[in-house]
């Protein structure tokens, strides 16, 4: 039992290092990554106390490398998905009642043991399993994912000591206890930082959780799962599943002590869980919680008061840092006509030194998507526009997958504001341009406002503090996180707690007290230290 209110370690976000040639962390890295080339994994399900090979093996290769196999995992069963929901229940009680700080200390020992022991091998699995450069790699799945299980302990305790007034002779107290029943955690292949916060953040706080990472994510998921063990998480607390979406998900939502879902990946794959759990909504012990982050149609718009050089930064590393695979990646921008011919110069001569290839050679700024059908459909949409009448490629537009997936940076010039490529999200390398009257800016912003069904991120790059605020204003629905003079990409934990609305999810902010809120159900308690002996009050009173 808790016998005192905890400090805990301060809030920092983890440095990030910045491998140049000759610093240790390159050499640790290279090394990494060749130990990790130079084995061939089997990954298991973790199911409770269990490490379940089921005979079903997938196989595991780099997208830039399809070729060279990793490793494989063992696909699970409808009969694994019900064992790990039994798993996870019959640990419930034990780990809901078990004191927060020693909750806090498991979480805060993954935080440092991938910080040391494990950074290079996270990153390395990282950079090999989803094609991540290495300095991507380092900001994701060391750095963000240590802030994340850092910070979320610093949120858990700021929630915990929110308690109520209270009166003359009355004791009034807030409990924070976990959900009744487990949530399930169904995250993306993109960051192995989200893969790893979003099972953990539910766990924190007291729940028991079936985590089903993307397939294509499996190879760094299994890391994580090292680390959760090492740190000392108790089994059957985060049991990894390696099952079809689908498979699980009729299990899962069919199930009375289904609590909650945390999500991200795409909206319509989100849509259809919300209508699920809808339809079944009687079935369960409680109302579920949804959380969920999903796609994005992100926007940049430049006023013509904009440093062109700053612009093309932005949209350079916006769109094209891990081949523009981010949710929130610069996937379409709104240019003014009197700075576009010199935005448009610097971006060629910008992309005609960038270099693509695997992530091995540390000269890579691209590397290759993550998949066959990514590819695909990436390259759909640069041949359409190839032969469209209402676009033209202006830069890029070659892709081949031979080797691995390899698309180069593109970008699309669109005759129209409301072209496909302005409007759908693609989720590769890929950035569509817009050229507008640069006195139109007023009309740009209500075009920018309707064209997307998504709000995730946005920015606007101005030296006008006039036409920054118009924009601020204008756009408050449009973009959960708003960049001024900066890409719209990179949020940090802590510092841009990250989500958005309309068609880009529950908005809910992973990296912030607001996420860990949502897997707690507070229970409010009175106490009344002399308790009234009689019935009647003073206004009984005959005069």
Known sequence: MSIGIFNVPAARNEPVKNYAPGSPERAELKAAIAEARSKV?????????????????????????????????????????????????????????????QRAAIFLKAADLIAGPYHAEINAATMLGQSKNAYQAEIDSACEIIDFLRLNVNFM???????????????????????????FAITPFNFTAIAGNLPAAPALMGNVVLWKPAFTQVYSANVIMKVFKEAGLPDGVINMILVDGPAAGDIVFNHSEFAGVHFTGSTKVFQTIWKTIGDNISNYKSFPRIVGETGGKDFVLAHKSADPKAVVTGLIRGAFEYQGQKCSAASRAYIPSNIWEEVKAQMLVDLEEIKMGGVEDFGNFVNAVIDEKSFDKIAS???????????????GGAFDKIKGYFVQPTIIEAAKPDYVTLCEEIFGPVLTVYIYDEDKFEEIIDIIDKTSPYALTGAVFSKDRYAIQYATDKLVNSAGNFYINDKPTGAVVGQQPFGGARASGTNDKAGSILNLLRWVSPRAIKETLVSPKDYRYPFLSVE
């Open 41 to 101: 994994l089997d990954i298991p399900q973790y199911i409770g106390s269990e490490e379940v090979f089921s005979g079903n093996k997938k196989r595991i290769s780099p997208p830039h490398d399809h070729q060279h196999t990793l490793g494989y995992f063992h696909e699970g069963t409808a009969e694994d998905v019900k064992n790990a929901i039994d798993e996870a229940l019959k640990a419930r009680s034990q780990w809901s009642s078990l004191n927060w700080e």
């Open 157 to 183: 305790r700021e929630i915990y000591e929110g308690q109520p007034v209270s009166s003359d002779g009355v004791w009034n107290r807030m409990e924070y206890r976990a959900l009744e029943g487990f949530v």
């Open 381 to 395: 949409y640069i041949t359409d526009a190839q032969n469209s009448p209402e676009a033209k490629i202006i830069a």
